[in-house]
Nanobody, 119 residues
């Protein structure tokens, strides 16, 4: 199976930056695209950014120009990063790492990390 563990969340002031990390381990050969998703209180989970094995990226319009997704593929681990700059209060949410597996026909999810943007 696959394990996804997020880290890097916290409290930051508006205009500040955070970098989230997602460490994928286990049967990582089963994974295709990986990405970050977020869920604000009372809202549905939404896509933030995704990155394919080949490095192609996709961003939600609300984060374009502020967030950057990247990945580091090692032999036994994949790490996906989300650099978040110029954070806004509306970015406050629980951020989840997700990984799609065509082999398994679905998504793997981490437990999430909380990001709070407030003065």
């Amino acid at each position: 199976q696959v394990q996804l563990v997020e880290s890097g969340g916290g409290l930051v002031q508006p205009g500040g930056s955070l970098r989230l990390s997602c460490a994928a381990s286990g049967s990582i050969f089963r994974l295709n695209a990986m990405g970050w998703y977020r869920q604000a209180p009372g809202e549905q989970r939404e896509l933030v950014a995704t990155i394919t094995k080949g490095g192609n990226t996709n961003y939600a319009d609300s984060v374009k120009g502020r967030f950057t997704i990247s990945r580091d593929d090692a032999k036994n681990k994949i790490t996906v990063y989300l650099q978040m700059n110029n954070l806004k209060p509306e970015d406050t949410a629980d951020f989840y790492c997700g990984a799609y597996s065509a082999m398994d026909g679905g998504m793997y999810w981490g437990r999430g990390t909380q990001v709070t943007v407030s003065s």
